[in-house]
């Protein structure tokens, strides 16, 4: 049964400035820990991975898998399909990227995923895995967008 799940999380930064984060996948080892490799199979026309290969520890496994990614804008959107996967039958996910009601400087990031593991779980397990993987997915996406938007602030270098 595919599991779906979504979460939010508002980021100090600009949607352009998540954006850029989100699809510089070749640097998803440097601060997702449960990624271990990333590899841009195929660029779209724009130059955004279209293609990109994943290695990851997941429930201590080592799973590897392929997404293909397509990219909208009004607001920013980066979604992703599973064309194959050794340890999952369904992936599909979409980061949207929208500029905070309350704050302009701000994003709000809006995660959803659906997903099937090939290997039989309970119900209460995938719930507690997808909850475990969306919060830390977020929350490291959060802390790298700020620390490079830090980086990149006037006086630094």
């Not at 999380?9 to 510089?24: E, G, H, R, Y």
Request: positive net charge.
């Amino acid at each position: 049964m595919i599991e779906f799940s979504t979460r939010q999380i508002l980021v100090n930064a600009s949607p352009a400035d998540c954006f850029d984060v989100v699809i510089d996948f070749e640097r998803y080892p440097q601060w997702a820990p449960d990624i271990k490799e990333a590899r841009v199979l195929r660029r779209d026309d724009n130059g955004h991975g279209g293609l990109v290969a994943f290695r990851a520890a997941a429930m201590g496994r080592s799973v590897t898998y392929t997404l293909k990614y397509f990219y909208g804008s009004n607001p920013l959107r980066v979604a992703w399909r599973l064309v194959k996967g050794d340890q999952v039958r369904h992936i599909d996910g979409e980061y949207e990227l929208a500029p905070s009601s309350d704050d302009g400087g701000k994003t709000l990031i809006t995660y959803s995923i659906a997903a099937e593991p090939a290997v039989p779980l309970p119900g209460f397990v995938k719930r507690r895995a997808a909850s475990r993987i969306m919060q830390t997915a977020l929350d490291q996406l959060r802390r790298r967008v700020e620390s490079v938007v830090a980086g990149k602030a006037p006086g630094r270098g």
